[in-house]
């Protein structure tokens, strides 16, 4: 079901682009996204996380009525969502989503499996498939990331492996060997996540498919955190009017961020920096920023406290 000739695209507008609207969609636009993209032939959409904190948008929580009304509406549609580890009851909120999803992902640190383990258990238990997604990629030497995927595939929890460079920091040439490594200790579907910070989203999205991916992941007008996405219009097989569709729907529920807004995200990814980090750092260095972005050395930064420890020593330009 999740992979087809030469290869299956999952759209992520719903979940990666609530980044740029804290996950406040309509349910007319989320139904308008899930529609668009059935229709133009994509094979899946992640719709958001699923949680039951009180108070969440609708994105951010996806409650069982709207998860039943968005497989109504695209019956042919993979419907995926993405479930935090740190979630408090993650049994209750697949038992009663289980019936209208057919994927759930698991962000997961290499360096910290035991909570996204947990969590595919219960996964495991609700009858649902589950994907592992390896975040920030770039950030973890091979060997770890390895270790990683060793590690759910001999205790049998993932139907799916993906490597996301969530931090838009990979450079060319760079994810295919990662792909190899990886299917040198997993014989199941690999898919990849790219982000845009620094255009090679879908240059690194071909790479990985040549290197035996089976999955890709894209957006509407390429919309996500930060530096953006891959453009699901660029996965697809699409005449005129479809891609203009698309566009249209893209362009009607989410906004680009500015030049000025992006920038930061285009230096975090020439620094390996967490896009998570960017936000904040730009509440408590308004001014400065990109500046103090710009001296730092590209490595492999663990959080945003070495960030700041970074900072202290750098010299900004007068």
Known sequence: MLTRAPFAVLDVTLRDGGYLNDW??????????????????????EVGYIDDTPGLPLGAACPPDLLAQLRDAAPHLWLAAMLRPSVAD???ILASRSAYLDLIRIPTHANATGPSRAVAEHVRGAGLLCSINLTNVSAYPVELLAAATAEFARHDLMDVLYLADSRGALRPGEAAP?????RRVWDGPIGFHAHDNLGWALAHTVEALGAGCVLADGSLNGLGLGGGNTVTQDLL??????????????????????DSQRRPYVLSAHKNISQDWIAPLVQAYPATLCALLETLPRRSYRSQDEVEAAFQTA???S
């Open 90 to 92: 993650p049994a209750a």
């Open 24 to 45: 406040a969609f309509s349910a007319d636009a989320m139904h308008a996204v899930v529609t668009a993209l059935e229709a133009a032939g994509a094979d899946g959409a």
């Open 237 to 258: 097989p699409l005449d005129a009017a479809s891609a203009d569709r698309l566009r249209e729907v893209g362009t009607r529920v989410l906004h680009p961020l500015s």
């Open 178 to 182: 990662l792909v190899r490594a990886l």
């Open 315 to 317: 010299a900004v330009p």
